[in-house]
């Protein structure tokens, strides 16, 4: 017997597909049921025994059991060799491999007597009349199936539409619902004779008709694509597309059915997402992390095209005593004037950032040095004429101090190094006087700056010194009974006595490149604490913060692993948040350390997700189980609908990724029950628990 042929069991017909749905294997039950021998179906479709009055149903059962929708059970109708009906009961049933994939399918046949139809057993077939009967139950089935369809067709929220695949009429409308047109702007039948490419958006990119028009002809069920089309009002819309072509026996295509989806609303609020990322909440410029992103890419054009780059680091004088002295919202308003300031004395090519506090930069391409000292002059008197301020009892304005860096062909350097010596000149014009600019090719920048870097390094060496302390700020977990966590924190003993929070040293740290070195104090105190907490019976999650260089450096991941190992810590209670991940350069290296301590049970924190448009792309290309939503998001959630969105979005995102959330600077109550309702997982803020010296307790026990 051929392998295809299925050794009989009983009466009952049954064969196999495979994964394309082709019969792949036929038992004597289904040749005597059907009359067809294994030679003759084997490596055909199973449509070729359904009627043609019931092509509606074709091969729908088998796409639903390939697909992984479980067991499909159903009465039908289906055609002999010889052309006779017989009524069946199916029960389809998925085949899987060693390894849980399904590679098939299994058809379970039983020829029934009809009466669920209401004729008796035989009594038909007596009469003469089979053949009769079994045309008006099919079309009473169609008829049925025809007006289930139309009702759907008619009622669905979403576009629907019937689409031709004919050469030379590819893409136009057969038939179209009324959700349809009313996502274009048109009755439905409007639509009809016409195609759907013609109302694609006139601004659409080269490529994309081409596009759209390959996935009316995708063989796959779930082939998707979004596209902006022009509504007949004149307005944009955002369609996703999603399309399938119904086929005949041979293969050819008869038409396509395509779902048409609204996702305006969702473009719109992934560009605002976008805008948020890239953008100073304050004063609407680009924040420091797109500016880097930028700076990056004029060096790369620069070093590519012989190009000129130079950038110019502004930072107002005095402005924290006009902040202590007149408030915050003098202050803000001060920043607002001096961004606007900034921005009216440029090009639309050049990148205006702010990049921290009262500190802005400026990105100039293919400007001359002494250009560029024309631009600082003319933004030198332009905040001291704009930067100006009423209060009570008067107003207030204040000057600014500018440094420039530039690179040209003689010079090559890195964002970092260029904006490091735009930051050295910007202080060498403070020391000057102040209202005036620095150039860093009017001195040797490195014996400018060598008092401020002494300073760092001072610091840096501290391990020796006793100066560096570990810190601890709990989470607190929002669900119940979920364990709370504890993030550790660096500070550094001031000259005072006072504890200086990283944010103040680290970025200095980063630009001198002793990040590293931090990071190794951290790792060596945290693993001894948290060994300690362990030995103690703590068992809470505990998160180290490391810069985004240490994980793409080998030697410091191997001492993550012999350190963890000689302290006996388990790693699994261990989660390394990375800061600046947009700064990894070398993302398979990552990538591939990473997953070493994964593998170990060790967890990884995206920080300040949210805060750039490239949080998306490293949470796709790292391997990161927590997210910790940016503190400018969750400040003022309460009073910000867009930050709402944000957060739900960001909350569905990760929930449908299995990853855990934080969400960083809570500041109140009402933030809490919002971040409780749009299902995040831990809260952490000064309203939670303010940071102090760690210790041996656990979790919010001694915040309480």
């Not at 009989?8 to 082709?22: I, K, M, P, Q, V």
């Not at 631009?375 to 440094?403: C, N």
């Amino acid at each position: 017997m051929s392998p295809a042929v299925l050794a009989s069991n009983g009466d009952e017909a049954t064969f196999t597909l495979d994964a394309g749905g082709r019969i792949s294997r036929w038992n004597a039950g289904a040749e005597a049921l059907y009359g067809f021998s294994a030679r003759e179906v084997v490596g055909r479709h199973p449509t070729m025994l359904v009627p043609p009055e019931l092509d509606f149903e074709r091969d729908e059962h088998v796409r639903e059991v390939l697909a992984g929708r479980g067991v499909q059970r159903y009465e039908t109708e289906r055609m002999r060799k010889d052309g006779s009906r017989v009524d069946v009961a199916i029960t389809l049933s998925p085949l899987r491999d060693a390894g849980g994939r399904i590679v098939g399918a299994s058809a379970d046949v039983r020829e029934t007597d009809g009466s669920r139809h209401g004729e008796p057993a035989g009594v038909l077939a007596a009469s003469g009349g089979a053949s009769t009967a079994h045309r008006e139950r099919s079309q009473r089935r169609l008829a049925e199936a025809q007006e289930r369809f139309r009702i759907a067709f008619l009622h669905a929220p979403n576009g629907i539409a019937l689409l031709s695949t004919a050469p030379g009429s590819e893409g136009c409308f057969l038939d179209a619902n009324p959700a349809l047109g009313r996502q274009l702007g048109y009755a439905a039948d409007e639509l009809v004779g016409r195609c759907l490419l013609d109302f694609l958006h006139p601004e659409t990119e080269a490529g994309e008709p081409e596009a759209l028009a390959a996935l009316l002809e995708a063989t796959e069920a779930d082939a998707r694509a979004e596209r902006r089309f022009l509504r007949g009002d004149g307005r944009d819309v955002w369609l996703q597309i999603g399309a399938s072509v119904v086929r005949d026996d041979a293969g050819r295509p008869l038409y396509a059915v395509a779902h048409l989806q609204d996702v305006t609303d969702a473009r719109r609020h992934e560009a605002e997402l976008r805008h948020l990322a890239d953008h100073d909440g304050l004063t609407g410029l680009v924040n420091r992390r797109c500016f880097n992103a930028r700076l990056e890419t004029a060096l790369t054009d620069a070093g590519a095209f012989d190009r000129r780059a130079t950038v110019l680091v502004i930072d107002l004088d005095d402005f924290k005593s006009v902040n202590d002295t007149y408030g915050h919202a003098v202050g803000d308003e001060l920043l607002r004037r001096v961004a606007g300031a900034l921005r009216s004395r440029v090009r639309e090519t050049d990148v205006v950032a702010r990049l921290g506090g009262d500190e802005f930069g400026i990105l100039l391409p293919d400007v001359t040095p002494e250009q560029a000292r024309g631009v600082a002059t003319e933004l030198l008197a332009a905040v001291g004429r704009e930067a100006t301020v009423p209060t009570g009892d008067g107003s207030v304005r204040v000057t600014a101090s500018i440094g420039i860096s530039t690179l040209d062909r003689a010079t090559r350097a890195t964002g970092e190094a260029l904006l490091s010596d735009a930051d050295t000149a910007m202080y060498a014009a403070k020391r000057s006087g102040r209202d005036r600019f620095a150039s860093s090719a009017d001195s040797d920048p490195r014996a400018v700056g060598a008092p401020r870097g002494r300073r760092l390094g001072a610091g840096v060496q501290v391990p020796a010194r006793g100066r560096l302390e570990l810190w601890e700020q709990p989470q607190l977990a929002l669900a119940a009974g979920a364990p709370d966590r504890i993030e550790l924190l660096a500070r550094m003993r001031g000259r005072r006595g006072e504890a200086i929070p990283a944010g103040r040293f680290l970025p200095l740290m980063q630009r001198f490149g002793r990040a590293g070195d931090l990071d190794a104090w951290v790792l060596e105190a945290a693993v001894a604490l948290i060994a300690r907490r362990q030995a103690a019976g703590l068992t809470g999650d505990v998160e180290i913060n490391l810069d985004a260089s240490s994980v793409t450096d080998e030697r410091f991941v191997e001492s993550i692993h012999a350190t963890l190992e000689a302290a006996s810590v388990d790693p699994g209670t261990v989660t390394f948040a990375i800061t600046a991940a947009a700064s990894i350069s070398d993302v398979a290296s990552a990538r591939r350390l990473m997953s070493s301590l994964s593998r170990l049970g060790c967890r990884f924190a995206l920080d300040h997700f949210g805060a750039s448009a490239g949080s998306l792309r490293d949470l796709k290309q790292l391997p990161f189980d927590v997210v910790k939503i940016d503190g400018e998001l969750i400040a003022e959630l309460p009073e910000r609908r867009f930050d709402q969105r944000a957060v739900r979005a960001i909350s569905d995102i990760a929930r449908g990724s299995g990853l855990l959330t934080v969400a960083e600077h809570v500041s109140d109550d009402a933030t809490l029950e919002l971040l409780r309702e749009y299902g995040i997982d831990y809260a952490q803020g000064f309203h939670v628990a303010m940071p102090r010296p760690a210790q041996l307790t656990d979790g919010l026990l001694a915040a309480a």
